[in-house]
């Protein structure tokens, strides 16, 4: 049973800093973290390939910095800067494949998902 469990949300205020931890049991060679505003749709924020390439939608490059640590079977989103437009409910999410650049960010290209953390910027 392949669980991802994320953690580190919280609330903070806009120019601040906040980083997004996932613990997996099943190691994805892509590893993807994406975000729902309340009444709009999942949408992509960054992704990590095994071999630490990383992609990034256009608005969070920058301020995001995502990475992994394979021996600790962790995925991390370091999020800088934040924005009122940040705030959503962050996922972690694994594919068996790789990431294949900016087909990474589509909610198709996963197979595994977590619950979830809260982001709430003020």
């Known amino acids: 049973h392949v669980q991802l469990v994320e953690s580190g949300g919280g609330s903070v205020q806009a120019g601040g800093s906040l980083r997004l931890s996932c613990l997996y049991n099943?190691?994805?060679?892509?590893m993807g973290w994406f975000r729902q505003a309340p009444g709009k749709e999942r949408e992509g924020v960054a992704s990590?390939?095994?071999?630490?390439?990383?992609t990034y939608t256009d608005s969070e490059k920058g301020r995001f910095t995502i990475s992994r640590d394979n021996a600790k079977n962790s995925v991390y989103l370091q999020m800088n800067n934040l924005k009122l437009d940040d705030t959503a409910m962050y996922f972690c999410?694994?594919?068996?494949?790789?990431?294949?650049?900016?087909?990474?960010?589509?909610?198709?290209?996963?197979?595994?998902w977590g619950q979830g953390t809260q982001v709430t910027v003020s």
């Open positions: 099943h190691r994805g060679n892509c």
């Open positions: 990590i390939d095994s071999d630490g390439e990383t």
């Open positions: 999410a694994a594919s068996e494949g790789y990431c294949y650049s900016r087909a990474s960010l589509l909610n198709s290209h996963y197979t595994y």
